[in-house]
């Protein structure tokens, strides 16, 4: 992969793909703009080299036409701020004016972007002399901006998107051991992949979030109303019986009567979930044990949470999860958007080594999948 020190960029005009693909309130307002943060360090970077120009290209959401709502206005008026810089927003590819730094609107906006257009990518090509990737969030993705475009003008990668591949690709290659997996969320099916890339490669796996219920209904335990993906069950049983001692599941369980922060709670001393009664935990037997295992690791990699954090009574096993990575003196790596907000939420995010700006992204790169967007970078 070719990267800034590849690339002589001093009176070249630069196309900059960056992942600007901010949450937005009702009213239009950035509510977390980590990922503009994250594109710094290459934006500055191209500017101290000399850059003639940056032209930048994001998405935001998916906009079906030009719906004023998947504007980037907001989030190039957050850059400009923190580039203490003016940037321009160019309307479309045919009204880019002529200034230093220039973020044209949503490339979804343009049909041909999501379909890898050669045409669209010429456009975009056209606009520059040389181009950057820094957008690891859509590295996953062959899109006209991330993917056709790279063939078109001498490419490299910023420094976020070096750093999201040689963090992520260092975990599974040459990591410090003993290497532990942190593995929950929603469901099985989403992070099978991850799970075996896991299986074969890590010392400890541990499971935790909505996605264990697939693991405890494949051992013939009671479930009660928890959230149980049933096409999970079929995978949960074969990464039992290929994951052997690797795997830890929880022992106890928080439950609830439904999906409510008011809901009343119920310690459970085991993993059998009564009727009328959903898991949507881990217990503190679990997460004192989980926390042992990830403090004395030399690598750690975390993605998903342990229970439905977002309510309170079901948040201390994944607070407990994230305070263990931050005390952990090994390698500490957070991948996926849940994850990610919940170490946020509960103050750490700048505990550990490397936060991942991209969710989809990262998991494919574990699993071994090549990503469309690097691969055109080599
Ligand atoms: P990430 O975005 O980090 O990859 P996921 O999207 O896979 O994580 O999963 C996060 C979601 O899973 C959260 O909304 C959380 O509420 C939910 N979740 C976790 N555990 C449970 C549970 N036991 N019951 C219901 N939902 C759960
Ligand atoms: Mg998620």
Redesign the pocket.
């Given at each position: 992969m070719r990267t800034l020190d590849d690339l002589d960029v001093e009176g070249q005009r630069v196309l900059v793909r960056v992942d600007f693909n901010v949450p937005l309130d009702q009213d239009g307002n950035i509510t977390d703009d980590a990922r503009i943060r994250a594109a710094l360090p290459t934006l500055e970077e191209l500017r101290e080299k000399g850059a003639a120009r940056l032209v930048l290209l994001a998405h935001l959401g998916r906009p079906k036409d030009r719906e004023p709502e998947f504007s980037l206005k907001p989030a190039a008026e957050r850059l400009g701020e923190l580039l203490g810089a003016e940037v321009a927003l160019a309307p479309n590819l045919d009204a880019v004016p002529d200034v230093e730094i220039v973020m044209v609107e949503n490339v979804r906006y343009e049909p041909g972007e999501t379909k890898n257009d050669p045409e669209l990518a010429r456009r975009y090509a056209a606009l520059a002399d040389v181009y950057v990737n820094d957008a690891f969030g859509t590295a996953h993705r062959a899109h006209a901006s991330t993917e056709a475009v790279a063939h078109l003008l001498p490419a490299a990668a910023g420094r976020l998107l070096e750093r999201e591949v040689t963090t992520l690709t260092g975990i599974l290659e040459d990591p410090r051991r003993p290497l532990v997996a942190v593995v929950?969320?929603?469901?099985v099916t989403?992070k099978i992949g991850v799970l075996d890339a896991f299986l074969e490669r890590a010392d400890r796996v541990l499971i935790g979030?909505?996605m264990c219920f697939p693991f405890f209904a494949a051992q013939g335990h009671d479930v009660g109303d928890?959230?149980c993906e049933a096409e999970g069950v079929d995978p949960a049983r074969r990464a039992l019986d290929g994951g052997g001692e690797k795997l830890a599941l929880p022992t106890d369980l928080v439950a609830g009567r439904d999906?409510s922060a008011d809901t009343e709670v119920r310690a459970l001393d085991g993993v059998d979930v009564p009727g009328g009664w959903?898991?949507?935990?881990i217990g503190p037997g679990s997460s004192e044990a989980y926390a042992e295992v990830i403090r004395d690791a030399g690598t750690v990699f975390w993605?998903?949470?342990m229970?439905?954090?977002?309510l309170e009574p079901f948040a201390a096993g994944t607070r407990r999860v994230a305070e263990a990575m931050a005390e952990c003196e090994g390698t500490t790596v957070v991948g996926?958007?849940?994850?990610a907000a919940a170490l946020a939420e509960f103050g750490l995010a700048g505990r550990v080594d490397h936060l991942s700006t991209g969710?989809g992204a990262s998991l494919e790169l574990i699993e071994g999948k090549p990503l469309p967007g690097v691969e055109a970078l080599a």
């Open positions: 929950g969320g929603a469901k989403d979030g909505a928890s959230k999906f959903m898991g949507l935990d993605n998903g949470p229970g439905a954090f977002e996926g958007g849940d994850s969710g």
